[in-house]
């Protein structure tokens, strides 16, 4: 069961660079990394997801060393929609059917004018 | 397209009383999952659904935790003799097919309950 670990909170101000890292040593081959949006009162919406390397899309970068035991979400130019949580997810519910979902703790982002 | 949706919305409940959270998920979505999230926390996952099937409900807090899928869609989370600690928002999210850890999660906007 992967566990993973974030920090509790950042703060950032508009139009910078924002990189969240996420810990999850004990990852297991087949799990994936996805990372997730929360604004109050609403259900997670997806970002990005990843295996391994460098992955990118329209919003977002995802890092993973080649030992997979972390990965960073690089928010590019933040504005204050940004202000959300971040979670990162860890797990796979495919060839493991005792394998659970892990959320992290979540990141509570916090962007300032 | 219609995305997730949970009902009731809100549900104030007295300690000790049932309760039945509903979820419908996307049309075609395969899985479905259950989260709770109590106030200022993360995500704890409780259970999900592979069809009409739960392959693992070793996440339920308790036993007076169940939940039920039918016909492949709607979802049932209920729970029994409720206490002050179930109070939380229930998350509920549907994707196209499980097993594929590539798979988008779609969440609804939950149900919060508040046990008196």
């Known amino acids: 069961l992967a566990k993973t670990t974030q920090p509790i909170s950042m703060d950032s101000y508009e139009g910078q660079e924002v990189n969240i890292t996420c810990s999850h040593n004990n990852i297991a081959t087949n799990d994936y990394i996805t990372w997730y949006q929360q604004f109050p009162s609403q259900g997670p919406r997806f970002i990005i997801q990843g295996y391994k390397t460098k992955v990118t899309n329209e919003v977002a970068s995802l890092f993973i060393p080649a030992d997979r035991k972390s990965s960073t979400l690089s928010l590019p130019r933040v504005s204050l929609s940004d202000t959300a949580v971040y979670y990162c997810?860890?797990?796979?519910?495919?060839?493991?059917?005792?394998?659970?979902?892990?959320f992290g703790g979540g990141t509570r982002l916090m962007v300032k004018p | 397209g219609a995305g997730v949706s949970q009902s009731p919305s809100n549900k104030v409940t007295e300690k000790g009383k049932d309760v039945e959270l509903r979820c419908d998920p996307i049309s075609g979505h395969t899985a479905l999952y259950w989260y709770r999230q109590s106030l200022g926390q993360g995500l704890e996952f409780l259970i999900y659904?592979?069809?009409?099937?739960?392959?693992?409900k070793s996440g339920l807090p308790s036993d007076r935790f169940s939940a039920e899928r039918t016909g492949g869609s709607v979802s049932t989370l209920t729970i029994q003799r409720t206490q002050q600690e179930d109070s939380a928002v229930y998350l509920c999210a549907s994707s196209f097919q499980s097993g594929i850890s590539t798979d988008t999660q779609y969440f609804g906007p939950g149900t919060r309950l508040t046990v008196l």
């Open positions: 997810l860890v797990g796979d519910l495919g060839s493991n059917a005792g394998n659970m979902l892990t």
């Open positions: 659904f592979q069809g009409n099937s739960a392959p693992d």
